[in-house]
């Protein structure tokens, strides 16, 4: 993604703002079963290691 993501560095707590649009989110949920606050929060509390490649992928798709 040519987007810059360096905010997310600079979080902290258990929610991560991803800044994905509400449809962004929608089509998160639909395309790939990740689901999240409608304002694009992600629990990352409730995230494995294995999953954040996928998580991320995934990310990546629907910003195209």
Request: glycine share 6%; net charge positive.
């Amino acid at each position: 993604s040519k987007r810059d993501w360096s905010h997310i560095l600079r979080q902290k707590g258990w929610f991560c703002f991803t800044g994905l649009s509400e449809e962004q989110v929608a089509m998160l949920e639909k395309d790939y079963a990740i689901y999240m606050s409608k304002t694009g929060r992600v629990p990352v509390v409730a995230l494995r290691t294995s999953e954040i490649g996928y998580l991320a992928n995934a990310i990546h798709s629907v910003m195209k």
